[in-house]
């Protein structure tokens, strides 16, 4: 199974995208430079994560999890941010998962 997690945010040129999941502050998915960066992507979240590049350009950065696990459950924190780092902008969302 697959879920989104939304993150509305104000357009701005050339946004930082963090996705992390509390309370360790585990990187989830990241994308700045104009590309995703996979490089300090927690293991766990490895070939899980898809983020839309459309929206990106809209002011929308929903961060879609597939093959969701009980694990995965928790709370999921979207930072976007300009290159400048003059404008941070947070949303965060609860994920619950009912397992089999």
């Known amino acids: 199974m697959d879920c989104v997690l939304p993150c509305p945010f104000t357009p701005e040129t050339d946004p930082m995208i ?5 309370p360790e502050y585990t ?27 459309q929206g990106i350009s809209t002011g929308d950065a929903p ?4 093959k969701v ?11 976007v941010t300009t290159v400048r780092l003059d404008n941070v902008q947070e949303s965060s969302v609860n994920l619950t998962v009912y397992g089999e």
């Open 18 to 22: 963090h996705w992390t999941k509390e």
């Open 63 to 66: 961060l879609q999890l597939h």
């Open 27 to 53: 990187p989830v998915h990241s994308y700045y430079r104009n590309q995703h960066q996979h490089l300090f992507q927690h293991e766990n979240y490895r070939n899980r994560t898809t983020l839309s590049d």
């Open 69 to 79: 696990n009980v694990s995965d459950e928790g709370r999921y924190t979207c930072y």
